[in-house]
């Protein structure tokens, strides 16, 4: 079964740019859907479908950060129009259904960007906790991928040093010790709370392969999930994700570059020795 997952996963990631059935997926894996659906979610922790449409989300939100107006990051991404792009997202802050449903009208999230020396980091929060965490090279392109993620929401900016969480964020980001938890207000199945939780237990100044948070949530086989919900992961530094590399020791990816993830690793070795 754990081949055969992995052969459905690299299979849609191949072809990100359209819709695979699951009768499709299932002839790939040379299993029947009931069994390919049901296999899919008890190791990933959900569907077929809902994976590819992290895939394709995944996607939009690169483009959007890379630069790309909402139109261009669309089309680049393989919506048909800007109404998928929000009537199918996955909405990050932990929303019930009926504001779903209503794109997250009215929903009230406050931001600030600051810089730090992995660049600028633009941290959001509602009255429930942290919401988003992003790091990118310019405030104009965070805060077109947070509007994007909560496109309806009423969104405000507030000075860098008016919020607690804000001010533990900007440490972690400077690779310095939390001084304190921050709460999350983010959305994700069981499967990948269970991975972020795992993660945030993590010392700073270690890291963890991604087998061996596997086995630490009880579940070896799941290595690939657990890659996938490290790639989920809405709320950088937060939840530290880029304390997780490969078994080889090699650093892995992440979603906000090699190379941040180089530096934050070797900030957070440098404090954990002081």
């Known amino acids: 079964m754990q081949a055969a997952i992995a052969r459905a996963i690299a299979y849609l990631e191949a072809h990100a740019d359209r819709r695979v059935t699951l009768g499709e997926l299932a002839v790939e894996t040379a299993l029947s859907p009931s069994h390919l659906q049901r296999g899919f979610k008890q190791t990933v922790g959900i569907s077929p479908r809902e994976y590819q449409d ?25 919506y048909g129009s800007s109404s998928r792009v929000y009537g199918r997202r996955e909405v990050r802050a932990g929303m019930t259904p009926a504001v779903f449903r209503r794109k997250a009208t009215g929903r009230q999230i406050r931001f600030t960007t600051v810089a730090v020396p992995l660049g600028r980091l633009l941290v959001a929060f509602t009255d429930e906790g942290v919401c988003a965490v992003e790091l990118g090279a310019s405030d104009d392109a965070l805060e077109r991928v947070l509007r994007a ?7 405000a900016r507030i000075h860098a040093g008016a919020n607690a969480w804000v001010t533990t964020i900007v440490d972690q980001a400077r690779g310095r010790p939390a001084a304190h938890a921050v709460p999350l207000d983010v959305q994700g199945t069981a499967f990948q709370w269970k991975v972020w939780k795992a993660l945030q237990r993590i010392p700073l100044g270690e ?54 993830k180089a530096k934050l690793l070797e900030r957070e070795r440098l404090a954990a020795r002081k």
């Open 207 to 260: 890291t963890r392969s991604y087998a061996q948070v596997a086995r630490s949530i009880g579940n070896p086989n799941a290595v690939r999930a657990v890659a996938s919900a490290c790639a989920r992961n809405p709320v950088a530094v937060a939840v530290p994700c880029h304390r997780v590399v490969k078994s080889s020791g090699e650093l892995g990816g992440y979603r906000w570059g090699a190379d941040v």
């Open 54 to 78: 992290a895939l394709r989300k995944r996607r939009f939100v690169e483009r959007l950060r890379a630069g790309d107006t909402v139109s261009r990051a669309t089309y680049e991404a393989g």
């Open 149 to 155: 993620d909560f496109s309806n929401a009423v969104i």
